[in-house]
């Protein structure tokens, strides 16, 4: 867990003056993707993207996460939606329309899945 708040608190830092520093943190997360750390630290380091406005690298940083982490269902669920609304807000439509469907799908009860449903109506009525 030390390490987890240690790499969170370098994240901040590094993320504040260097654009490649996410590339730079999930190469330093890939090589350690065996730690117990590696799954939340991949997850977080996306919602950091997220929560910053930084679409798109937090579309590839959830994308890695979905791949290569897949145990969690309420972190893959939030990664899912996420990946979605990523694609939305980079205006990529399409792809934003599919992770919506999959989202739905995949999680048909899930507390984001109406918002989903909505979204993906609107998106659909605009781009098809």
């Known amino acids: 867990m030390k390490k987890l708040f240690a790499l969170l608190i370098i994240a901040v830092i590094i993320f ?3 654009p490649q520093s996410v590339k730079l943190l ?5 090589s350690h993707g065996s730690s117990s750390w590696a799954p939340t630290a ?17 579309l590839g940083c959830y994308q890695t996460y979905l791949t290569t982490y897949p145990g969690d269902p ?5 990664s899912m939606f996420r990946t979605a609304v990523c694609f939305e807000r980079t205006k990529n439509y399409i792809a934003s329309i599919e992770a919506y469907d ?12 109406g ?10 009525a605009m781009h098809q």
């Open 115 to 124: 918002r989903a449903r909505t979204q993906l109506d609107k998106l659909r």
């Open 74 to 78: 309420g972190k893959s669920a939030a």
């Open 26 to 30: 999930q190469g330093f997360i890939s």
């Open 42 to 58: 991949q997850y977080q380091l996306g919602n950091f993207c997220f929560w910053t406005l930084k679409y798109s690298q937090g």
């Open 16 to 18: 504040m003056f260097t």
């Open 102 to 113: 999959r989202f739905v799908q995949a999680y048909p009860s899930h507390k984001e899945a």
